[in-house]
T-cell receptor, first 111, second 114 residues
Framework: GNSVTQMEGPVTLSEEAFLTINCTYTATGYPSLFWYVQYPGEGLQLLLKATKADDKGSNKGFEATYRKETTSFHLEKGSVQVSDSAVYFCALSLNTDKLIFGTGTRLQVFP | GAGVSQSPSNKVTEKGKDVELRCDPISGHTALYWYRQSLGQGLEFLIYFQGNSAPDKSGLPSDRFSAERTGGSVSTLTIQRTQQEDSAVYLC????????????FGAGSRLTVL
């Protein structure tokens, strides 16, 4: 079946550290891939997306590259801030009408 | 409205009672989705509406769960005879085009079944 696997959290970093949150997927076909973010007390927001292999999605200093050969879509940021503390969800869509999400990874950034 | 509104934001109920959760999508959004977020779990798809019809209700966990949408706008998720395992945050999202990649989510309704 179609699924998303992401690294378990929490990920705890100091401000300005480098961030990687791993995400791999299993899909029958060629999915679009997404990262959503849920800040404390807020709804999920689309952070970035990529719709085909080798595409790079980017937003707010975050990047993720669609790697078909490794079925991965790892999220990276060069220098995290305290305000980046949130739960990050990797997701896929296969030309259907719903998103399939991973379990989420909590990021905690300390000053 | 400006965003997706859900009510109530918090609901505590006793086991066996029925509950209704409401979602008011962004005006003009034709597609509406319900997801469930349980502690330690990802977001579990429940049901999808396009207009007033539900082409995909494959995620509803049992026949105690039902949902409807009227006027192509407000949707209600009903859980009958609630069980403790129903405790979760129920998230609603809407989409202008029906394509999953432009979902806008509400803040959720937290349900606690005692």
């Amino acid at each position: 079946g179609n699924s998303v696997t992401q690294m378990e959290g929490p990920v705890t970093l100091s401000e300005e550290a480098f961030l990687t949150i791993n995400c791999t997927y299993t899909a029958t076909g060629y999915p679009s891939l997404f990262w959503y973010v849920q800040y404390p007390g807020e709804g999920l927001q689309l952070l970035l997306k990529a719709t085909k292999a080798d595409d790079k999605g980017s937003n707010k200093g975050f990047e993720a590259t669609y790697r078909k050969e490794t079925t991965s879509f790892h999220l990276e940021k060069g220098s995290v801030q305290v305000s980046d503390s949130a739960v990050y969800f990797c997701a896929l869509s296969l030309n259907t009408d719903k998103l399939i999400f991973g379990t989420g990874t909590r990021l905690q950034v300390f000053p | 409205g400006a965003g997706v509104s859900q009510s109530p934001s918090n609901k505590v109920t006793e086991k066996g009672k029925d509950v209704e959760l409401r979602c008011d999508p962004i005006s003009g959004h034709t597609a509406l989705y319900w997801y469930r977020q349980s502690l330690g779990q990802g977001l579990e798809f429940l049901i999808y509406f396009q207009g007033n019809s539900a082409p995909d209700k494959s995620g509803l966990p049992s026949d105690r769960f039902s949902a409807e949408r009227t006027g192509g706008s407000v949707s209600t998720l009903t859980i009958q005879r609630t069980q403790q395992e129903d405790s979760a945050v129920y998230l609603c999202a809407s989409s202008l085009t029906g394509k999953a990649n432009v979902l806008t989510f509400g803040a959720g309704s937290r349900l606690t079944v005692l």
